[in-house]
């Protein structure tokens, strides 16, 4: 794996710190400081013994398979935890701005995903971490900030400077049922857009529809989506000379005539209001869908002999390629330590071993139930224990060769108001999809109202 591919001047930076603090303990692990002690969790949480700290963070297959392990970091620390992830992202992202607005922080550990990345650095909602990571007292030797995966971490460095630790990342990939490619004499997985269209025609039912992907409004879900076809088809956000929205270039507007005629032509009923909850509990894991891309974090669900019926009979590949290429989504969820916070410190020991290598090759590896794949360490990736847990549906392989694929421009996240302008999107593409109206108009209203928000 190449660690350096994707590091940003923010990487950079946060690595130099991390080798000052590395340098620090080095020197003292060499007998020039005997006097200092060997750093142990234990150790570092000695002056926080018995302090609690409030941790919320959002319902994940990755925050499920981490619970059960919590028990460990608080007999290694003496820190209390009290762990709240009930919450799915969207929803949990609105109360949390609520509360980081007002000042009225009660959590020490709170969620940070990619898309909000920007505006709680521009608000300063956020601790910055470099310090905590130049702290020998409190970061331990092997934590190696090089070992995240760059572009999880890049996405939650959003200004140059690091203000969250991604726990999970996910490329989007394509799923599909090999049962049902059996069943019709197709040998692999499409690698184009045009072969996803003609395999759709040949398996397609009323019983067992053969394509799906989000489609409700929003930036988090019909967006993510539909982002791969307006790349796919040579479309952009923005002019890159002068900055202005060009989501009504002639490219988008085919882009999104595509993305959902795929959807009217092969999609289940009630398309145009999918999730990817809907999607992977209701159809794809009850052997009643033939395909679809979203993140890749759902191999332990479909998986899961509990939750599934399709045990064995599915696998994975890479997004098929449009005409100007491929283009997976890529998306970091992380944890940060808010501005004011009442315990940072004894935040940052958890927030560091949340993230760690140990902690996610346990929930991947070693815990009993739903166990989760979606780590950000490379360390884990490489294990071959992970491999050949992960690698029979060839999604080790789509997933981390998506991971290097993907672009942390997929959707321009560095704009503070992105989640708006998503929000935007998603309207328009929503109306096209339920045949309010047409994608030019769609799309041409859209542009307009996302070029007054950035004069604005």
Do not use: C
């Not at 539909?226 to 479309?235: F, N």
């Amino acid at each position: 794996m190449m660690f350096d591919r994707l590091a940003s001047r923010a990487i950079r930076k946060a690595a130099l710190v991390l080798g000052s603090a590395m340098l620090v303990i080095a020197t003292a692990a060499s007998g020039q400081a005997q006097s200092e002690p060997e750093w142990t969790w234990a150790e570092a949480g000695r002056p926080y013994v018995g302090t609690t700290i409030h941790v919320r963070i959002p319902t994940h297959p990755s925050t499920r398979s981490t619970a059960p392990l919590i028990r460990e970091f608080e007999e290694a620390t003496g820190i209390n935890v009290e762990f709240s992830n009930e919450l799915v992202s969207r929803d949990l992202t609105a109360v949390q701005d609520i509360e980081l607005a007002t000042g009225a922080v009660f959590y020490d550990v709170m969620f940070i995903g990619a898309d909000a990345a920007a505006r709680i650095a521009r608000m300063g909602w956020a601790e910055p971490l470099d310090g905590f990571i130049a702290d020998p007292n409190l970061t331990a030797p092997d934590f190696n900030i090089a070992d995240f995966i760059e572009v999880y971490l890049e996405m939650l460095a959003p200004d140059g400077n690091l203000i969250g630790l991604p726990y999970t990342g996910e490329s989007w990939i394509l799923y599909y049922n090999t049962a049902i490619f059996d069943e019709h004499g197709i040998e692999g997985p499409p690698a184009t857009l045009d072969e996803l269209e003609a395999i759709a025609e040949i398996i397609h039912s009323d019983d067992t529809p053969a394509w799906a992907v989000r489609a409700a409004r929003g930036q988090g879900l019909n967006i993510m989506s539909w982002a791969q076809w307006l790349w796919s088809y040579g479309g952009r956000y923005l002019d890159e000379d002068t900055g202005a929205p060009i989501v009504n270039s002639p490219e988008a507007v085919l882009a999104t005539e595509r993305f959902v005629d795929l959807l009217q032509r092969f999609g289940p009923s009630g398309y145009a209001d999918l999730t990817h909850h809907d999607i992977v509990y209701s159809y794809f894991s009850q052997g009643a869908l033939g395909m679809f891309i979203d993140a890749s974090v759902w191999v332990g669900v479909f998986n899961d002999p509990e939750q599934s019926t399709i045990v064995g009979n599915w696998s994975t590949a890479p997004v098929p390629e449009g005409p100007a290429g491929q283009f997976p989504a890529v998306y970091s969820q992380g944890a940060m330590i808010p501005r004011g916070a009442q315990n940072p410190e004894a935040a940052w020991l958890f927030l560091q071993w949340f993230t760690s290598r140990d902690t996610q090759y346990g929930r991947a590896l070693e815990v009993d139930g739903e166990r989760s794949g979606d780590v950000t360490r490379w360390s884990v990736v490489s294990e071959p224990r992970f491999q050949e847990a992960y690698g029979d549906q060839n999604w080790v392989e789509s997933t981390f060769g998506g991971v290097e694929a993907g672009r942390v421009d997929y959707r321009p996240l560095n704009l503070t108001h992105w989640v708006e302008i998503g929000d935007i999107l998603g309207i328009a593409v929503q109306n096209v999809t339920t045949r309010t109206r047409s994608a030019q108009a769609a799309l041409d209203d859209a542009n307009a109202r996302i070029a007054r928000l950035l004069e604005d």
